[in-house]
T-cell receptor
Framework: DVKVTQSSRYLVKRTGEKVFLECVQDMDHENMFWYRQDPGLGLRLIYFSYDVKMKEKGDIPEGYSVSREKKERFSLILESASTNQTSMYLC??????????????FGDGTRLSIL | GNSVTQMEGPVTLSEEAFLTINCTYTATGYPSLFWYVQYPGEGLQLLLK?????DKGSNKGFEATYRKETTSFHLEKGSVQVSDSAVYFC??????????FGSGTRLLVRP
């Protein structure tokens, strides 16, 4: 089974801090994703990466950046955290950019609170 | 563009009742369809999938059939348990990397 591991289940940070959320997958997947999930808004894609050092903006990239230095690891960075970034963050991976129709496999999520 | 529409919840059932959660989609081409489940405080887990018309995906007593003529992928279970209480998401994958999710349907099963 695919294993997607997010480094923290719960995280509390302060406004203005730089926050790193880490995600690792163990199945040599090319694609990795970061979503946020908020009540009433569903899942929204923040960023997507299809290869090492490659990234594409999703639907709501403002206030976020990402890093993918190794194939198995995809980091989400909040450059200067704000209270409206309090949310559940979900990381996912899938096999390949060139193969459509594939499911994504999710981690357990990080519930981030910005005070 | 592609889209997924799910029935709004919450759906409240008694244990051992029959479950249906409706999902319809709009898509070009031949997408794959998925159901994900999210238990409280956790991430999404892939529950079942179907990759072409008339395929039936099944897992843990849940089933869904890919109906191209009605553009539907309804989730069913013959006898729900309290442990099935969760949020269920219908999703579609087309030719690109993106998954298109429905808004989710909360299921609450009472003993």
């Amino acid at each position: 089974d695919v294993k997607v591991t997010q480094s923290s289940r719960y995280l509390v940070k302060r406004t203005g801090e730089k926050v790193f959320l880490e995600c690792v997958q163990d199945m040599d997947h090319e694609n990795m994703f970061w979503y946020r999930q908020d009540p009433g808004l569903g899942l929204r894609l923040i960023y997507f990466s299809y290869d090492v050092k490659m990234k594409e903006k999703g639907d709501i990239p403002e206030g976020y950046s990402v890093s993918r230095e190794k194939k198995e690891r995809f980091s989400l960075i909040l450059e200067s955290a704000s209270t409206n970034q309090t949310s559940m963050y979900l990381c996912a991976s899938s096999i390949s950019r060139t193969r459509g129709n594939q499911p994504q496999h999710f981690g357990d999520g990080t519930r981030l609170s910005i005070l | 563009g592609n889209s997924v529409t799910q029935m709004e919840g919450p759906v409240t059932l008694s244990e051992e009742a029959f479950l249906t959660i409706n999902c319809t989609y709009t898509a070009t081409g031949y997408p794959s369809l998925f159901w994900y489940v999210q238990y409280p405080g956790e991430g999404l887990q892939l529950l079942l999938k179907a990759t072409k018309a008339d395929d039936k995906g099944s897992n843990k007593g849940f089933e869904a059939t890919y109906r191209k003529e009605t553009t539907s992928f309804h989730l069913e279970k013959g006898s729900v348990q309290v442990s099935d209480s969760a949020v269920y998401f219908c999703a579609l994958a087309g030719s690109s990397y993106k998954l298109i999710f429905g808004s989710g349907t909360r299921l609450l099963v009472r003993p």
